[in-house]
């Protein structure tokens, strides 16, 4: 499969919607066909017709917006399928029924399994483009990936999780777990690091090194903090290490905080949740 994410400033992205109710895929297509730099290029009803549809594809999907449960194969099936197919492939972004039974391990699962971002149905349309537009617009690693950086980022990442998962054991907001756990998974974690790693550095001008320190720091702090010491100093303070990369890093996280707490912790009155790594 030819990249993904390459197309030109000027090229939409190119979006499958896979949903068995047809109600919601025709409401998704009409509002994605709204959006400036948007095409949906199909609808399938399960995972088994998105494979299909993927694999007939000339010109590459950048995104897959897709339902958990469906009749036949289901968004955990096509996932695991998904995992299957070389890089780059399209990002996969989960759009769940809001409330449904076991909605928590399903989360946690998909989340495992390499998902972009996970939507709770009746999250605002908008913020799911964006999210979309955003993620979609990362640089592909496979094309700064040399086998020198993938051995030494694996290195690195075996020992950031070693340091830092500990750490967030005392941290009360499951989604810092869920990110650990995510870096975990082995069939992500040297590509999620090496995203990370290299985003960071890029917009800092530092080494990735410089990036690791960074985040050894961070996870120093929250064990020696906690939770909502940790939130107060992400909202209005800094840490010792003002380096950049632990600049950039806090900004990160202090948005990120404010999000979470917003839309996937907030009060039952929100519109709906949202959760991406």
């Known amino acids: 499969m030819k990249s993904c994410c390459c197309q030109t400033a000027d090229a939409p992205l190119r979006v499958l919607l896979v949903d068995?109710?047809?109600?919601?895929?025709?409401?998704?297509?009409?509002?994605?066909?709204?959006?400036?730099?948007f095409q949906c290029v199909g609808c399938a009803a399960n995972g088994e017709e998105?494979?299909?549809?993927?694999?007939?594809?000339?010109?590459p999907v950048d995104a897959v917006l897709l339902d958990v449960y469906m009749p036949g194969m289901d968004g955990i099936d096509f996932?695991?399928?998904w995992q299957k197919m070389p890089y780059p492939k399209p990002k996969v972004f989960v759009l769940s029924a809001y409330g449904s039974f076991g909605e928590d391990q399903i989360r946690h699962q998909v989340l495992r399994l390499g998902v972009a971002a996970y939507f709770e149905k009746g999250y605002p349309l908008d913020l799911i483009c964006k999210r979309i537009r955003d993620l979609c617009a990362v640089k592909n690693i496979e094309s700064i990936m040399t086998p020198k950086r993938e051995c030494v980022l694996e290195e690195l990442s075996e020992e950031l999780i070693d340091d830092l998962l500990p750490a967030t054991k005392s941290v009360g907001r499951h989604y810092l777990m869920d990110a650990l756990n995510y870096l975990t998974s082995s069939a992500q974690r040297t590509w999620r690091i090496c995203e990370v790693y290299d985003w960071i550095a890029e917009k800092n001008g530092v080494s990735c090194k410089s990036v690791d320190?960074?985040?050894?720091?961070?996870?120093?702090?929250?064990a020696h903090h906690g939770a909502q010491r940790w939130q107060r100093?992400?909202?209005?303070?800094e840490l010792k290490d003002t380096s950049p990369s632990n600049k950039i890093?806090?900004?990160?996280?202090?948005r990120e905080v404010l999000y979470r707490e917003r839309y996937l912790v907030g009060s039952h009155g929100e519109a709906g949740h949202g959760y991406e790594l």
């Open 20 to 37: 068995d109710e047809p109600g919601d895929a025709v409401v998704l297509e009409a509002f994605l066909e709204m959006q400036e730099g």
């Open 79 to 81: 996932l695991r399928e």
């Open 249 to 254: 890093l806090l900004e990160m996280l202090k």
């Open 233 to 237: 100093m992400t909202a209005g303070m």
């Open 50 to 59: 998105a494979l299909k549809f993927l694999s007939r594809q000339e010109t």
């Open 213 to 222: 320190r960074a985040l050894r720091q961070m996870g120093k702090e929250i």
